[in-house]
C-alpha cells in the first residue's frame, strides 16, 4: 500500500482533528508572542521555545488524536546535511525537536512572515529563492561560507517540497552540490509522516509516525554519481516505513 487509504477517518476521529488543528495553530500564536521578545536576542532561547512547543504539541497529539512520533536511528552530533524525504509539517517539527541545532534551507519569504521570521533568523535558518534556481544555490553555498552554521545541521529536503503518499517527484542536485561545496557529510533520513498528517486537510490519523536516521555518506565521494544513491536509500527506507504504518490502517 503507497497511500493511506480514503475515508478512514471516522467522524468523531474528524471532530478531535478538526478541534486539535484550531489549537495548534492558536498555540502557536500565544506560544510565539510570549517568548517573542527573548527569542529575538537570543539563538538560546528560540532553540528553547521551539523544541518546547514541539514537545508540548507532540503530547496533545498524541492524547487528542492517537499519533505518536517516533525516531530511530543514531543522531548526528556535529556540523553535516541532513537529506530528509518530506511529506508534511510534521516532519518539520520531528527534524526540528530531535535535530540538536537545525538549521532549514527554506523560503526566503518566510522570513519576512510576521513573528515566525525572526524565530526562522534566530535560529540559523538558510534563506534561498526558489525562482532563482541556480543562483539560489549560489546563494545558500555563499550563506554558509561567510555566515557557517554554528556546528549545526543543514537541513535540505531534496525533493524541494512535500511530497504526499504515493506520489513520486526527482530528487534535486542541490543536496549534492552542497556536499561539493562544504565538504560536510551527508544524513539520510527517511519518514512516513504523511500517512498521520497529511500535506492538505484537516485529518490526524492515530498510529506511529517515524523519523528514521537510516545512514551517513562521509566526505570524498563523486557529487556526479550520488543523487541516485540518496534516493534509493531514502526512498527505499520510507517505502518500508510505508508498509508498517499501513497497519495501523487495518
Not at 158 to 187: H, S
Not at 226 to 242: G, H, V
Request: net charge positive; hydrophobic share 45%.
Amino acid at each position: 500500500m503507497n497511500a493511506p487509504p480514503s475515508g478512514h477517518t471516522s467522524a468523531w476521529a474528524a471532530v478531535k482533528a478538526t478541534a486539535y488543528v484550531i489549537w495548534f495553530y492558536l498555540f502557536m500564536v500565544v506560544w510565539g508572542a510570549v517568548f517573542f521578545l527573548p527569542s529575538a536576542f537570543s539563538r538560546g532561547w528560540t532553540t528553547w521555545t521551539m523544541k518546547t512547543y514541539t514537545r508540548i504539541v507532540f503530547a496533545v497529539l498524541r492524547v487528542v488524536c492517537g499519533t505518536r512520533c517516533e525516531l530511530r536511528g543514531e543522531l548526528p552530533q556535529g556540523p553535516c546535511i541532513v537529506a530528509a524525504k518530506h511529506q508534511s509539517f510534521l516532519d518539520v517539527m520531528m527534524t526540528m525537536l530531535w535535530m540538536p541545532a537545525p538549521r532549514f534551507v527554506m523560503k526566503r519569504s518566510i522570513l519576512y512572515t510576521p513573528v515566525l521570521g525572526v524565530y526562522a533568523w534566530r535560529l540559523g535558518c538558510i534563506p534561498i529563492d526558489r525562482a532563482r534556481r541556480g543562483a539560489a544555490l549560489s546563494s545558500m553555498i555563499e550563506w554558509i561560507h561567510t555566515r557557517g552554521t554554528d556546528g549545526g545541521q543543514v537541513i535540505i529536503f531534496p525533493q524541494g517540497t512535500r511530497v504526499p503518499p504515493g506520489e513520486e517527484r526527482a530528487y534535486k542536485a542541490g543536496v549534492t552540490k552542497l556536499y561539493d561545496a562544504t565538504g560536510l557529510p551527508i544524513v539520510l533520513v527517511a519518514v512516513n509522516t504523511g500517512w498521520f498528517w497529511p500535506k492538505t486537510g484537516l485529518r490526524r490519523s492515530p498510529g506511529t509516525a517515524v523519523m528514521e536516521i537510516i545512514g551517513r555518506i562521509e566526505p570524498g565521494q563523486d557529487p556526479e554519481t550520488l543523487l541516485s544513491e540518496i534516493e534509493s536509500r531514502i526512498e527505499t527506507a520510507s517505502a518500508r516505513l510505508a508498509e508498517q504504518a499501513a497497519q495501523d490502517f487495518r
